[in-house]
């Protein structure tokens, strides 16, 4: 399904009014919350808007667990970690408590073995089902999703839940959760933005199925939604 708005503002607003109706609905049907955050400047807008007075006494922020759907290989504080950007843009502003928040990084140890680790958590508080409530996605300029790149060895994964990996095309290390793994959940949502999606976006929905070129083509939920929140400029062509 796809939803298309005026402005970018727009896009904020129902995405956050949809984070916040997911998490009463799973909190008030089984105590907790479970949410997967997208990296990037694009959702820093949605999370800005999460932090406000108007909408972030809606959620009970002690029933929320937060964890990631790909990060870069970077320490915590710096400029490129998603989870700083995170902080920054919402969870350093709401009272969620710190055990409750999974970021995809740790001192110490390689991205391989941390991935281990993640998928572990993830159990931990999902149990072996693994679905996740909701996932909030971005979608590149070439089709990507999370840290699933075109071309990568990553996109062909069944049975992992996260996988890190070497992208030589940015001469860093990432970690990412896998297709398999996003499709479990409840609900998915992809926000795009910018004339510059247009054309990937266009292949995904409409173009011959091929996720080796558009790796957003493997996102495909077992049982729940997929919604994507689009601009005009990202749709013109969809």
């Excluded at 006494?57 to 710096?78: H, M, N």
């Excluded at 843009?89 to 680790?117: C, R, W």
């Excluded at 290390?173 to 409840?186: D, G």
């Amino acid at each position: 399904m796809i939803q298309i708005f005026d402005t970018i503002e727009e896009i904020n607003s129902k995405a956050a009014d949809i984070f916040v109706a997911s998490a009463q609905k799973a909190i008030s049907g089984k105590g907790k919350f479970s949410a997967v955050l997208t990296g990037g400047s694009s959702p820093a807008g949605i999370y800005r808007l999460l932090a406000s007075a108007d909408y972030k006494t809606k959620i009970d922020w002690s029933k929320v667990y937060i964890f990631w759907g790909d990060e870069r290989w970077v320490p915590l504080d710096d400029n490129l970690s998603n989870a700083k950007m995170s902080f920054e843009a919402l969870l350093s502003h709401v009272p969620i408590p710190q055990e409750n928040i999974f970021t995809m990084y740790e001192d110490g140890i390689s991205a391989e073995d941390y991935a281990v680790k993640y998928e572990q958590s993830i159990r931990t508080i999902l149990g072996d089902d693994g679905k996740f409530d909701l996932i909030l996605l971005g979608m590149g300029d070439d089709g990507h999703t999370a840290s699933l790149f075109p071309g990568e060895a990553v996109l062909n994964e069944q049975e992992k839940w996260v996988s890190a990996y070497r992208l030589e095309s940015q001469n860093m290390h990432r970690i990412t959760l896998t297709a398999p793994l996003i499709n479990k959940a409840e609900q998915i949502v992809v926000v795009a933005f910018g004339e510059k999606k247009a054309h990937a976006l266009k292949e995904v929905l409409h173009g011959a199925y091929n996720p080796s070129l558009y790796p957003m083509q493997l996102i495909k939920p077992v049982s729940g939604e997929l919604l994507f929140l689009v601009d005009k400029k990202a749709a013109e062509k969809a």
